[in-house]
C-alpha cells in the first residue's frame, strides 16, 4: 500500500480482524472484512454481511479519518453561524445539527455535525478529504478571541444498529450529545449516525481507542464493519455523501436540504450564498435530488446518465431490499415520485423510477 | 469440477477455462471472487453470439463495482448458466464450480493450450 497513506489509531487492531485495508481521503481504511476466529462466528464478513448484521445487531465502525475540532470562545456560535444556515445560535448546550459550510454562490463547501458542548464550545465533526479546507475556511473567519482547535489527536467510532442502545447504555435523545463513560473510558458521545439505525458517534483520545473498541466487541451483538457497509447503509438511509451528492456547485435546495436552514436564518439570509438560495427557494430549483429505483437487478452506479434529465450521484445495490437503488440529481419537472426515467448503463438503455427516501425506513431513537 | 485442475486455463483477466472437446466452460477465479466481494448480479451474452479472444461479452456486479469478463479464445456462445443469473451469490460460493458464466465452441482448440496453467497463474498472483 502507497507509503504516504495517513493510518488510523486502530490500523493495526482492523488488520487483526481481517480488515481489507484501502485508501480513502488519504487513509488507509478498512473497506470491508474477512473474519476470522470468534468474530467470524457472529458474522461472515464482507459488505453485504456486515451492512446486514448493522441492520439486524450492531456494527462498530472506525471514522477516525473524520475531522474533529473545537470551535472555542464567547461568541463562537454566532462566528459559526457566519458560515452555515444553521440555527447555531438556538441550538441547546448537549444538542447536536446537522449543517453545511456554503460558498457565496450557494453551493456546498462540506456538510458536517456542530455539538454545543456549552455555550461558548462547540464541537465541529467534518469530512475527511475537506477538513484542511474547512478549518482553514473556518479560521480565517473568526474574530480574535474565539480559536478552531483541531483534534487530530483523538479517534471516532460509530456503533450503529439495534443493539447499540442496550451496549452504550446511554439516555441520550436523538441527536443529544454528552461526555459519558463507556466501559470505563471516558468519551464524547453523540446519539446519530450515517447508517439510519440507531447509534452513537463515540469521539475518545486515540490512546484509549483500542481499550474502547475491545470493550465493545465483548458485547457477542458487534461486529467491526467497513466503509463498504458505511455506505451501502447511508444510501440506504437516503444520507448525503460529500463529493458524490453534493459537492461546491450544488445547493442546499437542490440537495433536499431545505431543512438544514434555520427558520431565524430563513429570514435574515446572512450566510455566504444566502441571497442565491432564496431565490432558489422563492422560485425553484433548475434541479433536484431524488431517490431512483433501476428497474431489474443491474445497479446503475454514481455518474450513470439520466437520459435528458440529469445524473445518478450514488448507486449500488441495496442488501436490505436486495435491489438496486440510487440518488441524483433531476431537471425540477421530473422530480416527482413515480416519474419514469432512462439510465444508461453500459451503453443500454434502462428504465427506472423517482421514489421517495429513505430507501429503507431510519429508526432513529426519537 | 469433475475435472483435474491441470485441465484448466487461466488469463490475467482472472478467468478460468475448462476444455471438453472443443467446448470450453467459462468462469471467474477464486481470487477474482474474493476481491470483487458480495456478486449481486451477472449479465450473460446471447445464446450463439459470436466472441472473439479479449472480447468483453459479460458483466459481474459486485455490492462495490461493475466488472467486465472477457471471452478467454474466440468462439461462439453455446451455454449460459442462467443459474447464477437467479442466485448471484454462486459465483461467491463456488466460483471455479457451479458458479461458471458460458460456454464456448471454439474457433482453434489449439489456443487453448497457449493460455496460463494452473502455476503460472499462481505465479502470476504472486507478481500482483
Known amino acids: ?366 | 469440477m469433475a475435472k483435474k485442475k491441470s485441465d484448466i486455463r487461466y488469463t490475467k483477466d482472472h478467468e478460468w477455462v475448462a476444455l471438453d472437446g472443443d467446448i470450453a466452460t467459462v468462469g471467474i477465479t477464486d481470487h477474482a471472487q474474493e476481491q470483487l466481494g458480495d456478486v449481486v448480479h451477472v449479465e450473460l451474452p446471447d445464446m450463439d453470439r459470436t466472441v472473439s479472444a479479449n472480447e468483453a461479452c459479460a458483466v459481474v456486479e459486485s455490492v462495490k463495482a461493475a466488472s467486465d469478463i472477457y471471452a478467454p479464445l474466440a468462439g461462439i456462445v453455446v451455454e449460459i448458466n442462467e443459474t447464477i443469473v437467479e442466485d448471484p451469490a454462486i459465483v461467491n460460493s463456488d466460483a471455479e464450480g457451479e458458479g461458471w458464466f458460458f460456454r464456448l465452441e471454439l474457433d482453434d482448440v489449439a489456443a487453448f493450450e497457449e493460455l496460463m496453467d494452473e502455476e503460472a497463474y499462481e505465479e502470476y498472483l504472486e507478481t500482483l
Request: charged share 20%; hydrophobic share 45%; glycine share 10%.
Open chain 1, 1 to 366: 500500500m502507497d507509503q504516504s497513506l495517513k493510518t488510523i489509531p486502530l490500523d493495526a487492531w482492523h488488520r487483526k480482524f481481517g480488515a481489507r485495508m484501502v485508501p480513502f481521503a488519504g487513509y488507509a481504511m478498512p473497506v470491508q472484512y474477512d473474519f476470522t476466529d470468534a468474530m467470524a462466528d457472529r458474522c461472515r464478513g464482507g459488505v453485504l454481511a456486515e451492512h446486514l448484521h448493522c441492520r439486524g445487531q450492531a456494527a462498530l465502525f472506525d471514522v477516525s479519518h473524520m475531522g474533529q475540532a473545537m470551535l472555542v470562545g464567547p461568541g463562537a456560535a454566532a462566528a459559526l453561524e457566519r458560515l452555515v444556515p444553521g440555527d447555531i445560535l438556538g441550538l441547546k448546550p448537549g444538542r447536536q445539527r446537522y449543517t453545511l459550510l456554503t460558498n457565496g454562490t450557494g453551493g456546498i463547501i462540506d456538510d458536517l455535525m456542530v455539538a454545543k458542548l456549552a455555550e461558548d464550545r462547540l464541537f465541529l465533526v467534518v469530512n475527511a478529504s475537506r477538513k484542511d479546507v474547512d478549518f482553514a475556511h473556518i479560521a480565517a473567519a473568526l474574530p480574535a478571541g474565539i480559536v478552531l482547535r483541531p483534534l487530530p489527536d483523538r479517534a471516532l467510532l460509530a456503533l450503529q444498529g439495534p443493539a447499540a442502545a442496550e451496549i452504550v447504555a446511554s439516555a441520550l435523545p436523538f441527536m443529544g450529545v454528552a461526555e459519558i463513560e463507556i466501559s470505563g473510558i471516558r468519551c464524547l458521545v453523540s446519539r446519530s449516525g450515517y447508517t439510519g439505525e440507531d447509534g452513537f458517534e463515540i469521539s475518545v483520545p486515540a490512546d484509549d481507542a483500542e481499550a474502547l473498541a475491545d470493550r465493545l466487541l465483548q458485547h457477542a451483538a458487534v461486529v467491526p464493519a467497513g466503509l463498504g457497509a458505511r455506505d451501502s447503509l447511508r444510501l440506504e438511509a437516503g444520507l448525503c455523501l460529500y463529493g458524490n451528492d453534493i459537492d461546491e456547485t450544488t445547493t442546499p435546495i437542490e440537495a433536499g436540504l431545505t431543512w438544514t436552514i434555520g427558520k431565524r436564518r430563513k429570514t435574515t439570509w446572512d450566510f455566504p450564498g444566502g441571497s442565491a438560495i432564496r431565490d432558489q427557494l422563492d422560485n425553484g430549483a433548475p434541479r433536484l435530488r431524488v431517490g431512483i429505483k433501476p428497474d431489474g437487478r443491474a445497479p446503475a452506479r454514481s455518474s450513470t446518465e439520466i437520459v435528458d434529465a440529469g445524473t445518478i450521484t450514488s448507486g449500488g445495490f441495496s442488501p436490505t431490499l436486495n435491489a438496486p437503488i440510487a440518488m441524483g440529481y433531476v431537471r425540477r419537472e421530473l422530480a416527482e415520485d413515480g416519474a419514469a426515467l432512462t439510465l444508461m448503463v453500459r451503453g443500454k438503455a434502462l428504465p427506472a423510477t423517482v421514489v421517495p427516501m429513505p430507501f429503507v425506513p431510519h429508526r432513529y431513537a426519537r
